[in-house]
């Protein structure tokens, strides 16, 4: 058995991001850039009002003394002018800051009657005003390449002026359920046999993780139909198995690519949920082969296909998130299996997140696993912990995972 | 000026889910029901298999019994007979138990040779025995309506049965920039004018809450075109504008939209950045009129259109998501201005988050906002507060934010 560290750790830096497509900017949200953003131009674009109020010069904004109004510079509408002594121009938030003018009146410190401001509140230079470039310069590098685009991003990417960006293309990840005994939902069920809902659960963790799924045909237990199964699956930039990883006589997977030129790797992972993986490479494909029970297909989903789609996508390679909770109960030593307790949240008196795992952890029960809100991490031998003690959790649901 | 949170009550219960839709289970995810998940059969639905082995009459196999190999049970092939005295069948994880067999030899347990096999280890009586029913029964409310479905989920409905779900339809949001001074990326720019990064900012928010963004043509500082643009948005379920909403003379939105049966509440909110806003309705369609400064149009939107878009999407009224983190610098005391300090997350030499506001806060600063990984939340009068105290912050960027 390997550790699940080595594991995801072997699994990721055999992976490379997908190439760069031009996307436009509005449908950018949530795609990893493969060039950096650079400013094209320099925000604010001048001096600019902070507030609105009267554009002047500090040294005659006196308290009590009068100016005369020569015009207005409302954003987007610069005053043609200057401000001269004894002058004064109505300005608006964002408005450009006429030359002559180095202060900003306040509206609320303002009285103004025809076309004469009085100044009920002196004026300091400089304040109120925010300087050219206080935001950014043309040529900064405003977002680096690597990084997956928030909706804040994408506003900052427009105020730069790109209406198309660079980015990684999405992440194409077949996935192949193969069993005797599945079926699909809705469709006539074999006898002894069950609902198939790996393959579904596995396209939506893709999408979860920013992938584009491509859900192949169930396949029956036969070397032939798989290995037809995974050779259509070769334009993808992963293939995921489900099924027949075990070390009975049933596991086809392996023996079913073998032939066809697969570089394999089988190992048996130190963790529970889960043990088995097939980890190789069919052509220039490379393959993740989980097991075919879906609360350990699933678990082997967040811990090594959602680190996967995240190097595809172009990110650096990393263990999903974790956080600090404390265990909601005692939880007993841990034997050499890497464990993953599936657990609900709560909050304890001091307001800090707690972590309180299932009485029953049977790889069986999907639906404890769909009530989970998190992951509570037990490494290998790790020891008995009180209840109240911190430990590591995966956050699920947050993220559609 | 109104608190934020009133101001954010109000809005929420203003609102009402969307209608139902009926949609594929491959496309459900990340939706939210609108009719709960009941199971439509059992899972598993016989006694079967936790383990590889053999199944056996358990007062059958003591120490170096010897039993006879009568058939075999895959998972999906159930053996048609039952195993008598001195008997077993071959089994496999997910196979069903055979009348007659009460426990699991493990296959690491056993020794099989010339279709009998001797036992090495002693069964006990319903071990490794997943009973029939484990996971759920017919009739079970797997997943309750208005649950947001993550991918565990999707495998849960799958596993239920259900190839189709009924959620709530995403909501379509329209999204109205104004202002003369503005222009698209990548087109020409006015005399004194700015790159629009509102629309596309809000319209990623939009995504990242799980609606359908629907970007008007932006509408010059005229009466007339704004509310041209607004009826045509009245088939949306929300309409969100941005920019007029201060308090100059260039307020627009409000007058535009007065004359056309608008019914208006427009707020001063106790909020930094922020402060402005426009909450009403146009005939049947709500509208939130955010303000036109980049920085307090997305903190606005984290606030008020994120909680806005959950409650259209059929999930309870809620505040956004906050973890309780470090300040990683000394917080002076706040104003009666419900504050949002831009933030980096970090971690103290305790594993703690901390959060360190940026040095400068000015809300024009959008590439602060940008690099922001979180909202520091300083509320009305709060207390100066020294580096180390725990205060409560919005964590960005995980969600796409």
Redo the contacts between chains.
């Keep these: 058995m390997i550790p699940l560290e080595e594991a995801r750790g072997r699994i990721l830096e055999a992976l490379r991001p997908t190439a760069t497509e031009t996307v436009a ?2 449908e950018a ?2 795609r990893t850039l493969a060039q950096p953003v650079v400013a094209r ?1 320099t ?4 001096d600019v009002s ?1 507030m ?1 109020g009267y554009a002047v010069r500090a040294a005659d904004a006196v308290l009590g003394a009068r100016l005369v109004v020569v015009g207005a510079a ?5 005053f043609a002018g200057d401000v001269g002594a004894g002058q004064a121009v109505r300005i ?3 408005g ?1 800051v006429p030359p002559g003018a180095d202060g900003i009146l306040l ?1 609320e410190d303002a009285e103004e009657a025809g076309g004469v401001v009085t100044v009920r509140e002196a004026v300091a230079p400089q304040r109120w005003i ?1 300087r050219r470039g ?3 310069t043309t040529g ?1 590098i ?2 680096p390449a690597g990084r ?17 960006l660079m980015v990684h293309r999405r992440p194409r990840i077949g996935i192949l359920a193969t ?4 079926a ?4 006539p ?10 393959a ?6 893709v ?2 993780g920013g992938g584009d799924p491509l ?1 192949l045909p169930i396949v029956a ?1 036969d070397r032939d139909a798989i290995a037809a199964a995974a050779t259509a699956s070769r334009g993808c930039d992963l293939l995921v198995t489900t099924g027949g990883a ?5 596991d086809l997977i392996q023996a079913a690519l073998g032939r066809d030129g697969f570089a394999l790797d089988f190992w048996k992972i130190a963790m529970r949920p889960g043990k088995p993986l097939i980890w190789g490479r069919l052509g220039a494909t490379p393959v993740l082969g989980l097991p ?3 609360v350990s297909a ?1 678990v082997c ?1 967040v811990q090594f296909l959602l680190p996967a789609l995240a190097v595809l996508s172009g990110l650096p390679p990393a263990a999903p ?1 974790t956080i ?1 909770v404390r265990a909601g109960a005692d939880l007993p030593a841990n034997d050499r299996r890497f464990d993953h307790l599936r657990a609900t949240l709560g909050t304890d008196s001091d ?2 997140i707690t972590a309180t795992p299932f009485p029953q952890q ?1 790889s ?7 009530r ?1 809100e998190a992951l509570i991490l037990r490494p290998p031998l790790a020891p008995a912990l009180p209840k109240g003690a ?1 430990v590591p959790a995966i956050p ?6």
């Design positions: 900017l509005a949200w949530n131009l925000q604010p674009p001048a902070a609105d409302p954003a987007g509408h610069p608006f938030t964002g450009f509206q925010r206080l935001d950014f900064d405003l977002l997956r685009l928030t909706a804040r991003d994408i506003g900052l990417a427009a105020a730069a002026n790109h209406p198309w069993g005797d005994e599945i699909l939902p809705g469709e069920i074999p006898p002894g046999g069950i609902v198939s809902s790996n579904h659960a596995l396209a939506a963790l999408r979860a859900v237990d075990s070390v009975g006589e049933h075919g029970n879906p699933l989903g998130r600090l307001s800090h049977d069986s029960m999907l639906a404890n696993l769909a989970a911190e699920l649901g947050q993220f559609g995972i």
